[in-house]
């Protein structure tokens, strides 16, 4: 069973800065895009970065510049580097992944959550 385990959340000052960290573990194949989300209260969710197993990376738009997503192949970990923290940053960061499981000849492709970890900027 594949799970996906996200951890370096916590409570910062505005201004501050977290690395947030995802990693992958169980029986795969191997993982293509990576991804973060975050989803505020009383909000939708919403992509914050992507980056392909090749790292090249996807922000939203109103995330470029702050936020820095990075993996390490060998370990199987997506991370999300947030600088200059902000009050609005405040939500619960989900990591997300495409995981190919199975043999060369027979495999599928999952999409897999974590639990999230959640991020409160006081001001």
């Known amino acids: 069973q594949v799970q996906l385990v996200e951890s370096g959340g916590g409570l910062v000052q505005a201004g501050g800065s977290l690395r947030l960290s995802c990693a992958a573990s169980g029986t795969f194949s191997s993982i293509n895009d990576m991804g973060w989300y975050r989803q505020a209260p009383g909000k939708q969710r919403e992509l914050v970065a992507l980056i392909t197993r090749e790292d090249s990376t996807n922000y939203a738009d109103s995330k470029k510049g702050r936020f820095t997503i990075s993996r390490d192949n060998a370990k199987n970990t997506v991370y999300l580097q947030i600088d200059k923290l902000k009050p609005e940053d405040t939500a619960v960061y989900y990591c997300?992944?495409?995981?190919?499981?199975?043999?060369?000849?027979?495999?599928?492709?999952?999409?897999?959550w974590g639990q999230g970890t959640q991020v409160t900027v006081s001001s």
């Open positions: 997300n992944a495409e995981i190919k499981i199975g043999p060369w000849y027979r495999y599928t492709i999952r999409d897999y």
